[in-house]
């Protein structure tokens, strides 16, 4: 007899747990005790690419999972559920009010995490309103399907909830969503949000949490006409930021004296009209200590409207994205904006070539004549893509020779050449420590 087979039904169960439902389903033809275990799990787990093939049609797949959700709730009658996914990917209407009767039967059994993936739309979601939007016990809910949101319902509340995804989640946009706030404001401790859009999303609304501690937001309507009017961050408790897409025309209340790191990467769209205004945003990161600046366009906003930067007293590290050819002109403003700064990081090459591969100045024109200030306490240089060109030592020479406080730098470098790039690195004139670590030129 296998230690397994003789361990307590209990801890069993937890073991099933750790893998998918369909997967834990497969120990019922170990023995006639094991049958029923798996359905007494507290982490339920259907996904219909699990009973997919090449040869079955959707329907047969509908069918099929829809016997062993039937089975495997029947089954576990009365036992607590702590988390439960449905992950559904083929369209098909008449199984909505299942989907809901399955939800209510599992919310009913005090589920604390629930995950939500479902390709259909708005029928669908004007069930769920009436399952989970007034949900006492529910502390983790991500729903990822292609619906809108309309009006909440006037009972809406979340009162457990503490993170929240929305994934392919948009609002109608002739409320201009409106009906944001009112979305957050039934979720009286929430302290993770993240809202993952695709295509056109009218952006016009209040995101307004005393609770929230993560947010993220992504768009990755780049190429679509998004309306990005206004945003509000009221959010003094934030202390974690990601926020990638378009710059909004204005930031009316920016709320984020508790923020620590913010990871930003925002662009403008040429398709978009009137004035794109970030001062309110980029003034509400003054008090944050990680700052990363994601792209290039996010770098030239920064410096498109230089005058509003801010002195960031508390800023440690500073991660700066870079491209062939890009121009430093931002580095040094930071620099000097940045009194306590002891991390620098370039995710990128150097400045030594453009796009096309033509050399250009060895050192970088808003470095040449420039000497990084001597109050400048940068102890760490992080550069992330170092092909060993000459042009490039160069570079890295002027900057070593500039950073009066620097005790060590890494640097991750192309592994061709590798001998040369080490020989020419540890020969630059500097005190401190280099270390390296070589990859694969087709490595990020």
């Known amino acids: 007899m296998d230690r397994i087979s003789n361990l307590p039904d209990e801890i069993v169960c937890h073991i099933l747990s750790f893998v998918s439902t369909n997967e834990a389903a497969l120990t019922s033809v170990l023995s006639k005790r094991w049958r029923n275990l798996f359905a007494f799990t507290s982490n339920l787990c259907f996904e219909d690419k699990a009973f997919a093939t090449d040869e079955d049609p959707g329907t047969d797949v509908t069918r099929s999972l829809i016997e062993f959700v039937n089975r495997v709730l029947a089954v576990s009658g009365d036992f607590p559920i702590k988390k439960f996914t449905l992950k559904w990917r083929i369209k098909s209407a008449h199984v909505s009010d299942w989907i809901c009767n399955v939800l209510t039967h599992v919310i009913g059994h005090g589920v604390e995490d629930l995950v939500l993936h479902y390709i259909y739309s708005d029928y669908l979601y004007d069930q769920l309103l009436l399952s989970f939007f007034s949900c006492k016990t529910i502390v983790h809910l991500k729903l990822g399907f292609a619906s809108h949101m309309d009006i909440l319902p006037k009972n809406a509340s979340l009162p457990a909830l503490k993170t929240l995804l929305l994934d392919c989640i948009r609002f109608f946009p002739h409320h201009c969503g409106h009906e944001f706030e009112p979305f957050l404001s039934a979720c009286p401790v929430l302290e993770e949000f993240t809202i993952i859009c695709y295509g056109e999303w009218e952006w016009w609304c209040r995101v307004s949490s005393m609770t929230l501690q993560r947010m993220t ?228």
Request: contains cysteine; neutral net charge.
């Open 217 to 444: 937001i992504i768009n990755f309507a780049r190429f679509s006409r998004p309306r990005y009017c206004s945003i509000t961050f009221d959010t003094p408790s934030l202390a974690y930021l990601k926020y990638s897409g378009f710059v909004h025309i204005e930031h009316p209340v920016v709320s984020l004296q508790s923020l620590v790191v913010a990871k930003l990467d925002i662009s403008l769209s040429s398709r978009e009209h009137g004035e794109r205004d970030p001062t309110n945003l980029i003034e509400g990161l003054r008090n944050i200590q990680v700052l990363e600046l994601s792209s290039i366009t996010t770098s030239d906003i920064f410096y498109s409207v230089r005058e509003a930067i801010p002195v960031f007293e508390k800023l440690s590290r500073l991660s700066i994205a870079t491209e062939l050819g890009s121009c430093w002109k931002l580095v040094p403003l930071l620099l000097q904006n940045s009194p306590n700064l002891e991390t620098l990081v370039i995710k990128g090459p150097l400045h030594y070539c453009d796009k096309y591969g033509q050399q250009l100045e060895s050192v970088c024109e808003c470095l040449s004549g420039y000497s990084f200030p001597w109050s400048c306490h940068v102890k760490v240089l992080e550069i992330t893509e170092y092909r060993g060109t000459k042009g490039e030592l160069e570079q890295m020479k002027h900057i070593l020779e500039k950073l009066p406080c620097l005790e060590l730098v890494k640097v991750r470098a192309w592994a061709v050449a590798k001998f040369l790039f080490t020989k020419d690195l540890l020969m630059l004139p500097r005190a401190c420590k280099i270390q390296l670590k070589y990859c694969q030129p087709s490595e990020n």
